[in-house]
Nanobody, 118 residues
Framework: VQLQASGGGLVQPGGSLKLSCAASGNIFRIVAMGWYRQAPGKQRELVAS???????EYADFVKGRFILSRDITKDTVFLQMNSLKPEDTAVYYC?????????????WGQGTQVTVSS
């Protein structure tokens, strides 16, 4: 399974960004996909996850601001990030696997930098 993440960038506080994660390869094995982030000097943390059955989970710190969606025809998952805060600054990673978070996912894409700053 290969994952290609994109959509990061620089945005002002209160702004929005939309991340994309396109999956390819043996995707029939995938049970769930998730977005993680890691800020400098901090541990990686789960941001949001989505199972094949459509169950969504969000970390408390993004509830009401971030929204998951997917395009099944393109095997792509999106993370719409609204009302961004400086503390959302991090490298965001897309992951997928045969387990459901918080269990560890096996496949990881490259990170995409999100910077929230005025």
């Amino acid at each position: 399974v290969q994952l290609q993440a994109s959509g990061g960038g620089l945005v002002q506080p209160g702004g929005s960004l939309k991340l994309s994660c396109a999956a390819s390869g043996n995707i029939f094995r995938i049970v769930a996909m998730g977005w993680y982030r890691q800020a400098p000097g901090k541990q990686r943390e789960l941001v949001a996850s989505l199972t094949n059955s459509g169950v969504e989970e969000y970390a408390d710190f993004v509830k009401g601001r971030f929204i998951l969606s997917r395009d099944i025809t393109k095997d792509t998952v999106f993370l719409q990030m609204n009302s961004l805060k400086p503390e959302d600054t991090a490298v965001y990673y897309c992951a997928a696997g045969t387990k459901i978070p918080p269990d560890e996912l096996e496949y990881w894409g490259q990170g995409t930098q999100v910077t929230v700053s005025s």
